[in-house]
């Protein structure tokens, strides 16, 4: 517990003050923050790892347990494509998890543009006694504002998702899969900051079950820095309050550019 929470020091020290950053050789000119190369098109991937904490809101029990995962980007001026797929073995449960997005913006130049898009997470959740298999497809839509003098760009939407949660029983049980669908309205904003070698990306946002009446929040920093055109560094921190659990998760790795 010590050494995760002095990781999660380092790792919040180091998105918040050193603000390392993926594309620091690319165009002055960037999509709302996000990337934006000099040539076409770019794509960067970056292994992952580092530690997971997961805390039950119910029994007040915590464990920490080593995380990886794999972050994928494709990215030009108007379109930005990633995806993070993650692995961890925590509080006796194996979980799995993929975040697949893609955004497209307006005009990559205006000080105030629109922005459009869609993501689709996917957890499976494993232990001794049960499987749990989330599904969950979202939309968004928003506007980018742009501020030059501050290498800042803001980019609030508001959106929609339908949240399907399978559990199955083990065979000698007897009971049936149980299925649960949510609609789910989000409400978030992104803030992308880029300055020379520097780059940070944080986004918070609010989940209202409306099925269930109950808000899930979440808060999310990459921190990233090029040592030349072609590789870098990146550190992730992740927060998430859910209706039964809090988890923490850090993540360090290398950056290839391609």
Request: charged share 15%.
């Amino acid at each position: 517990m010590n050494v995760f929470k002095s990781c999660r020091r380092i790792g919040t020290a180091l998105c918040l003050f050193v603000l390392l950053t993926v594309f620091s050789t690319f165009a002055e000119e960037s999509v709302d923050g996000n990337p934006a190369p000099h040539k076409t098109s770019g794509l960067i991937v970056s292994p992952l790892f580092g530690w997971v904490e997961n805390v039950s809101n119910s029994s007040g029990t915590s464990d920490v347990s080593p995380e990886y995962g794999l972050f994928v980007m494709y990215a030009n001026p108007r379109v930005v494509i990633n995806n993070t797929t993650f692995f961890s073995d925590v509080n006796q449960s194996v979980v799995w998890g993929n975040i697949a997005s893609f955004n497209l913006y307006g005009d990559p130049k205006a000080k105030l543009t629109w922005y459009l898009g869609a993501s689709y997470v996917w957890h499976r959740v494993e232990t001794q006694t049960v499987e749990i298999e989330i599904n969950e497809p979202l939309g968004k839509v928003g506007v980018v504002w742009r501020i030059p003098d501050l290498h800042l760009s803001l980019n609030p939407y508001v959106g929609y998702a339908q949240q399907t949660t399978v559990t199955k029983f083990p065979s000698a049980w007897h009971l049936p899969n149980d299925r649960n669908r949510s609609d789910i309205v989000v409400y978030g904003v992104s803030a992308y900051w880029r300055w020379r070698m520097l780059h940070a990306n944080a986004k918070y946002y609010l989940a209202n079950d409306l099925d269930h009446d109950t808000f899930n929040h979440n808060f999310r920093i990459w921190c990233s820095a090029m040592f030349n055109e072609s590789l870098g560094v990146i550190a992730r921190l992740e927060y998430e309050e859910q209706n039964t659990t809090k988890d923490t998760s850090l993540l360090f790795g290398p950056v290839f550019v391609f």
